[in-house]
C-alpha cells in the first residue's frame, strides 16, 4: 500500500543493510530528527532518495530526485548544544518515488510504494554469487595495484542477495550506477550488473594505471 514517508535528498545513494551516518545541520532536517526521536523506535524511518538534479543543501537546492530510494532507520543519535544531530541510521527497504505531496512540514514528503527484495532463481544465485565474489576480489586487488594502497576488504555475507548490495555500496562507481544497481529487479539482476561492472573496473584500472578514491569498507558522513 502506498504510504507517506519524509524525505532526505542526498548525493548518494543509500542500499538496504548499509549503515550512514549524518550530520544534520538544517533546521528543516533538525525538525526531522526531533519528530523522528517523538516516536517509538519502531516507527522511525524516513526515505533517502538520491538527488537526480541540485544539491543537498539550501530550500530551492533540490530540482529533481530520483524514483528509487531507499529507507532508513534512526539507530543512535547525538543533539549538540547548538540543535544539530549527528545520527547513525540503516538502510532497511527499497521503494518507489510516485509523487511529492503538499505538507505543511519544512522538508520534503513523498507518497511512496515499497518495494519487496525477491532473490531469484536461487540455482542461479549461487552460481552468480561464486562468480562475482571472485570478480569483488580480482577488483581489490586491481585497485591495490593501482595505487589505492592496502584494501581491508568487508567480510562478505553468505546471503546473495545481502552481498548484492553490499558490492554495490562498497565498489567506487558514480552515483548513476549505484541508482542503477539499486533499481534492478531482483538479486540476481544485480549481481549479473555488478559482474559486468566490476570487470570493467579492473579493465579500466589495468588501462590507467590510477585508482579514484577508495569507498571500501566505510561509508562518509554526509552533512544536511
Known amino acids: 500500500m502506498p504510504r507517506r514517508l519524509p524525505l532526505f535528498p542526498l548525493g548518494m545513494v543509500l542500499f538496504p543493510g548499509l549503515v550512514l551516518p549524518l550530520h544534520v545541520f538544517e533546521e528543516r532536517y ?30 530551492d537546492g533540490v530540482t529533481a530526485l ?39 512540514r519544512p522538508y520534503l514528503v513523498g507518497q511512496v510504494e515499497l518495494v519487496e527484495d525477491e532473490l531469484g532463481d536461487a540455482q542461479e544465485a549461487a552460481l552468480l554469487d561464486a562468480v562475482v565474489r571472485s570478480a569483488y576480489v580480482a577488483y581489490l586487488t586491481a585497485l591495490s595495484e593501482a595505487g589505492a594502497g592496502e584494501l581491508e576488504a568487508p567480510e562478505l555475507p553468505d546471503d546473495p542477495l545481502v552481498l548484492s548490495y553490499l558490492v554495490a555500496a562498497t565498489v567506487v562507481l558514480d552515483l548513476d550506477d549505484r541508482q542503477a544497481l539499486l533499481a534492478e529487479s531482483d538479486g540476481i539482476s544485480r549481481l549479473r550488473a555488478e559482474l559486468s561492472l566490476l570487470r570493467r573496473e579492473v579493465r579500466l584500472l589495468g ?14 558522513a554526509h552533512p544536511n
Open 66 to 104: 530520483h524514483e528509487m530510494g531507499c529507507t532508513a532507520r534512526l539507530r543512535q543519535s547525538e543533539e549538540h548544544e547548538d540543535g544539530r544531530f549527528d545520527i547513525v541510521t540503516t538502510g532497511t527497504e527499497r521503494f518507489v518515488l510516485e509523487a511529492l505531496v503538499d505538507d505543511d
Open 30 to 59: 533538525r525538525a526531522l530528527v526531533r519528530e523522528l526521536l517523538a516516536l517509538p523506535e519502531e516507527e522511525r524511518v524516513f526515505g533517502v532518495v538520491a538527488i537526480r538534479l541540485g544539491r543537498e543543501v539550501g530550500e
Open 207 to 220: 588501462a590507467l594505471g590510477s585508482a579514484p578514491a577508495p569507498e571500501l569498507a566505510r561509508t562518509a
